[in-house]
């Protein structure tokens, strides 16, 4: 049965790397007979300019009729003072996200060993470093209420947001944690700030509680801040780490550098039913759009994330993660990634190489 894709380019570099990621896609499609249909809607600040809303209903309702979604990323200065706060391209992200339920933000570390010179860190910090961010996606404070900006009485403004998750928010991505840590090297690290912030004391304390149905797996606890200084002090001592959404966005961008680039790094949105939404890590990098400049290896990465995971095609999977690497083989590098002795290579050239190397 034919299995529909949206593909929500977005702003920025968006649309230039999820173009080479639809090609991809395309080539997968034909290669593996998968039986996909491709629509396209606009989300962020093309539907902002467009519809005058960064999620139109239309696009919400394709996202919610589609069997797995593909996202660039949205965002830019054209819009970043628009007055009206609900009129912001991230506006259109975050609304997917609550309104589809992808509570669960999977955002693998992998370093590719062909990039281990890429890394800002020491080869031998990075080498070999396999990790994967458990990241709350629905919750927390990106989206607690109340929130504002209010006067108080003697007539000074005040920012305000609210950090809050239930129990049940907690234990939901809990589980996909301890599964995910249970495939993997049974290791789970729990990040919070249970010394200042009572809504992470109740996240530990669910933690331990989950711990109870999952003996096989190790569960540790760190505090923010250690976690931030043990991701670039020693990262591979990680298997897999749970935390909340803004942790969880902070962390991650660092967990990507260890890859050698923001440029690197997939990831999976996923529902209770593990429907999900696919998008690389990064922004829309306005300071380089339009440039050929982007690295799309991210969003082909999360094209592949988007095959296992939604649609039932793991070995088409397989055989794009086998393609970028045999690309990195070849010594072709975007600028993001580039080093000495490498062949430097637009964005649109880079999604060549992966192509020809599918194609074999
Ligand atoms: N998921 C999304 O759609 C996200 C959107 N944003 C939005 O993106 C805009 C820019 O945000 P920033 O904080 O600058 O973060 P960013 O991730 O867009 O860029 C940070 C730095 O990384 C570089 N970079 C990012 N992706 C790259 C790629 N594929 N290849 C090569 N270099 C890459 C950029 O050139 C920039 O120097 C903002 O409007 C922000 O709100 C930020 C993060 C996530
Ligand atoms: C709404 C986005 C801008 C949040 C973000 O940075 C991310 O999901 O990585
Ligand atoms: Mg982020």
Known sequence: MAKNVLILPGDGIGPEIVAQAKRVLTLVNDQFSLD????EALVGGAAIDNDGVPLPEATLEAAKAADAILLGAVGGPKWDTNPDF???????????RSNLGLFGNLRPAILYPQLAHASTLKPEVVSGLDILIVRELTGGIYFGQPRGVREKECGIREGYNTYVYDENEIRRIGRVAFEAARAR??????VDKANV???TVLWREIMEELAKDYPDVELSHMYVDNAAMQLVRAPKQFDVMVTGN???DILS????ML??????LPSA???VDGKGMYEPCHGSAPDIAGQGKANPLATILSAAMMLRYSLDAGEAADKIEAAVSQVLDQNLRTADIMSEGMQEVSTSEMGDAVVAALKG
Do not use: H, W, Y
């Open 253 to 256: 961008d660092a967990a990507a």
């Open 269 to 271: 949105s996923l529902d």
């Open 36 to 39: 996909l249909t491709f629509n």
């Open 246 to 248: 803004m942790f969880g």
């Open 185 to 190: 090297n049974k290791k789970l690290c729990s």
């Open 259 to 264: 890859t050698g680039s923001i440029g690197m």
């Open 86 to 96: 609900q009129i912001r391209p991230e506006k259109g992200l975050l609304g997917i």
């Open 197 to 199: 912030l009572e809504v």
